[in-house]
């Protein structure tokens, strides 16, 4: 390491910041907490719209999703849970592959996936409340 | 660089069965499973967005007896994680760290996820008033 090298002016704690175990300091912690919080109410509302969609036929389920505020709300769950899944399979990845080409190509497509996953959910909750 | 066989410390094996360590165990088990649950949650709705055939096949599916017990063992999972995950938020408060308070609190979790998911499919399979 290059701590005692004169040619760089910048404060230690300048070099330091943004620069923690992960490279991103509490930011797992702290994200895996917000979007658990945000997915306690989105996950019982989700429940209570799956339950009652129970037999119904594709346009009482089409015309459910396509409310307003029903939309907002997967929205906004599917980006919450997404993120929780990512924060959360990173860990286990980390804690159980230890050669490091395999757990990096496996944090590449977990991320990958979870960003698809968002954005799959995020299209068809458009298509379905915006084009009828 | 060459190393040698060192004694580990000891891991679970050692320890006997109790409560807390079921709990942890089963909250990341319940997490990888729910992250299956999400991918599937997706298909589902971009089956409810391309709607025709598309859409009968997923719901079929979804309604045949293997697809009820893989949507039973995602709520399973989903209600344990959801109470387990809330019983997390507590401790990172700082609240619930008396031994005594692990037991009460991971039996609590226990009994009313077992309650919960048997309410949710007693309304889902019609034995509700509606």
Redesign the interface.
């Known amino acids: 390491m290059s701590t005692d090298r004169h040619d760089d002016f910048r404060n230690p704690l300048k070099r330091a910041r943004g620069l923690g175990s992960a490279k991103a300091g509490t930011g797992h912690f702290w994200w895996q907490?917000v979007t658990?919080?945000f997915?306690?109410p989105l996950?019982?509302w989700v429940?209570g719209l799956l339950?009652s969609m129970?037999?119904a036929d594709?346009a009482t389920?089409?015309a459910a999703?396509a409310r307003p505020w029903n939309a907002i709300a997967?929205a906004l769950l599917?980006l919450m849970?997404?993120w929780h899944?990512k924060l959360?399979?990173q860990v286990?990845i980390e804690d159980y592959v230890h050669a490091r080409a395999a757990e990096v190509t496996l944090q590449l497509l977990v991320t990958l996936?979870?960003v698809l996953?968002?954005l799959?959910?995020l299209?068809?909750?458009g298509?379905?409340a915006l084009l009828g | 660089m060459s190393t040698r066989e060192r004694p580990l410390s000891p891991h679970l094996q050692v320890y006997r069965w109790q409560i807390t360590m079921v709990m942890s165990i089963l909250h990341r088990v319940s997490g990888v499973i729910l992250t299956v649950g999400a991918f599937v949650l997706a298909w589902w709705l971009m089956g409810v967005a391309e709607g025709g055939e598309r859409y009968a096949r997923i719901a079929g599916l979804m309604a045949s007896p293997l697809g009820e017990l893989v949507l039973f063992g995602f709520s399973l999972a989903l209600v344990y994680h959801l109470l387990n995950g809330i019983r997390h938020l507590l401790w990172d408060v700082g609240w619930g760290f008396e031994i005594p308070e692990f037991y009460r609190t991971g039996w609590t979790v226990a009994v009313l996820t077992v309650a919960l998911t048997a309410a949710i499919w007693f309304v889902a399979l019609g034995g509700g008033a509606a």
């Open positions: 907490r658990a919080i997915l306690i996950v019982a429940l339950v129970v037999g594709y389920v089409h999703i997967m599917v849970l997404f899944a959360g399979i286990v996936a979870c996953g968002a799959a959910s299209y068809a909750i298509r379905i």
